[in-house]
């Protein structure tokens, strides 16, 4: 079975950082593509970061500069360091992973105050 557990979010005042963590089982973590997303109240979910197995990297425009995504192959976890919050970085933070299929986390709250 398949399963995506996140951790790592909370409530943050603005400027402030978390670091968000996706631990995959079930599945060869070192094939599959990595990915952030995240979904505002009244939001589509939209894309944060990615990261392939080879490690080529996308952010969205919004997080350019303040977000890193990282991976661990030996841990099977995935990373998302977040710094210089702003709340409109507020939302549910979903982790997935991409190979022959997609699969979800169950998602981690990012409350950003301001």
């Known amino acids: 079975q398949v399963r995506l557990v996140e951790s790592g979010g909370g409530l943050v005042q603005t400027g402030g950082s978390l670091k968000l963590s996706c631990v995959l089982s079930?599945?060869?973590?070192?094939?599959?593509?990595m990915a952030w997303y995240r979904q505002a109240r009244g939001n589509e979910r939209e894309v944060v970061a990615t990261?392939?197995?080879?490690?080529?990297?996308y952010y969205t425009e919004s997080v350019k500069g303040r977000f890193t995504i990282s991976r661990d192959n030996d841990k099977s976890t995935v990373y998302l360091q977040m710094n210089d919050l702003k709340p409109d970085d507020t939302g549910v933070y979903y982790c997935?992973?991409?190979?022959?299929?997609?699969?979800w986390g169950q998602g981690t709250q990012v409350t950003v105050s301001s």
């Open positions: 990261i392939s197995p080879e490690e080529v990297i």
């Open positions: 997935s992973a991409r190979w022959n299929s997609i699969y």
């Open positions: 079930g599945i060869k973590f070192s094939l599959n593509d």
